[in-house]
């Protein structure tokens, strides 16, 4: 696949429409990823948020509108997923590490059976990627046996092994307690510092204040307010304002 | 009648049991293929597919099992194919087993969570790689258990071949009893029989079940 000239943003929305029966979930949806830039998607549960994100990757079909991943036009049938989700990494809340394999075998998974790595460079490569999540040690370690922070660093060194050039969060920190979470924020943080492309749901406004280049608001299914992270400080709609308040009590 | 039960008699039974194990490896392994790619066609991505394999299904587990085996038998040979019992009782059997097998499959391919599905998905791995790779080894785990129960009722079904004169346990003992008119005992024999066949296997059922419990927490993550 051609590399998109380093104008272009690493992906795009314009205007996304998408329902889920008769329900609007995301009503002329559009904003752009620049490379390198870190996204933040906030907004409150059913804003419309996780399904914007998950049809980045197509993991839901949109019903309208245009979406452009690393050059692959995501809205037409005929995508080639596979070559997509080279490009794309995508971790879960749930971490989704896959309980029949070691920590090892769920990084070098992908790298074997989709690249066709040599094991000997995929193990170097789960070395690698899991030193970069700090669980060198878990190496033969099975998921059940990590914590739920130590799954989720886990879950983003397999991401991580494939090497995207795009990488989605969908609420990675929801299913932690706060000392869990500050564990996974530390290595998102490292990994924005290192200049990886990310687009994160979440909802932790401290933090999505402290690395994102740019916050996308939503609400009812469409982009409400969008602008620097200083928006969460000064917002400049009534909705957000009251977003913001209420997320504030809760951190 | 034809004096008593003697070691000729008894090893005559010796040999219907030992078809009847050799019925049932037959049914188990023809329907277990067979099953396997039931299981696969009800989930295909193809609609005619998985419409198809669930008519299928529905029409063998709406007939019964002495229906399936007459039809065997008497309907090939109808239609000019001279198949010997054990033809017709192994395939009428495989049918039969790969209906059920299929659809206990795919309960079980189908329990394994969702995002286990997407993870794979979002690894770029292909429909074929997620299934081996991903799926199927936390399906097995599942499937097993089931599995080895059904087995039982396989091992006690194939006296119904007994109708198309294939001489496995049950048409053995009948045949014995013909001759002995000991009714009483030799079915008694028979029933000794099947129960020492078919309770290992429940054995093992419920103990690869407690074991599976165990481990239950590997199937989900946390």
Excluded at chain 1, 75 to 100: C, E, K, M, T, W
Excluded at chain 1, 199 to 223: N, P, S
Excluded at chain 2, 80 to 96: D, E, F, P, Q, R
Aim: charged content about 15%; overall charge positive; some cysteine.
């Amino acid at each position: 696949m051609q590399q998109p000239p380093s104008s272009e943003p690493i992906v795009s929305l314009r205007d996304v429409q998408k329902s889920f029966g008769p329900l609007l979930v995301l009503d002329g949806v559009s904003f752009a990823v620049e490379r390198g830039e870190v996204l933040a998607l906030i907004g409150r549960s059913g804003s419309g948020k996780s399904t914007a994100l998950r049809c980045i990757d197509r993991f839901e079909k949109v019903d309208g509108g245009e979406i452009v991943v690393c050059g692959h036009r995501v809205d037409r049938p005929d995508v080639d997923l596979r070559a997509l989700r080279q490009d794309v990494g995508i971790v879960f809340q749930s971490y989704n590490l896959f309980p029949h394999l070691t920590i090892e075998q769920n990084i070098t998974l992908a790298p074997c059976a989709v690249k066709g790595l040599a094991a000997s460079q995929a193990k170097d490569l789960a070395r690698k990627v899991l030193a970069q999540v700090g669980l060198e040690e878990k190496l033969h370690a099975y998921p059940e046996q990590l914590s739920g922070g130590q799954q989720q660093r886990a879950a983003i060194a397999r991401s991580l092994a494939m090497q995207p050039k795009v990488m989605l969060f969908d609420e990675v920190t929801s299913a932690l307690d706060p000392e869990l979470t500050a564990e996974v924020l530390k290595v998102i943080e490292q990994l924005a510092a290192d200049g990886m492309t990310m687009v994160m749901v979440t909802h932790e406004m401290g933090f999505a204040k402290g690395i994102a280049d740019r916050i996308v608001f939503m609400h009812r299914g469409k982009v409400h307010e969008t602008g620097p992270a200083s928006i969460l400080t000064t917002p400049t709609t009534p909705e957000l304002t009251q977003f913001v308040g209420t997320g504030n009590l809760k951190s | 009648m034809g004096g008593h039960l003697n070691i000729n008699h008894l090893m005559f039974l010796g040999q219907g049991a030992l078809w009847t194990i050799g019925l049932s490896v037959i049914a188990l392994i023809g329907g277990g293929i067979v099953g396997f790619a039931i299981a696969l066609a009800r989930i295909s991505p193809l609609k005619s597919v998985r419409i198809a394999s669930a008519v299928y299904v529905q029409l063998i587990q709406g007939t019964p099992l002495l229906v399936i085996l007459f039809l065997g038998y008497f309907g090939l040979a109808a239609i000019g194919l001279k198949v010997s019992s054990l033809t017709a009782a192994g395939a009428s059997l495989t049918l039969y087993v790969a209906a059920y097998l299929g659809e206990i499959w795919r309960g079980c391919i189908q329990s394994v969570p969702k995002p286990q599905w997407e993870a794979a998905e979002g690894l770029a791995l292909s429909r074929i790689q997620r299934m081996m790779k991903v799926i199927l080894p936390q399906a097995i785990r599942i499937a097993t258990p089931p599995t080895v129960g059904f087995m039982v009722q396989i091992v006690k079904n194939t006296s119904l071949a007994s109708v198309v004169g294939f001489v496995e346990l049950m048409r053995s003992g009948q045949i014995v009893n013909n001759s002995l008119f000991e009714p009483f005992a030799i079915y008694a024999i028979i029933a000794v029989t099947y129960f020492a066949m078919c309770y290992p296997l429940s054995l093992f059922s419920q103990k690869l079940e407690r074991r599976m419990g165990r481990g239950r927490s590997n199937l989900a993550p946390a």
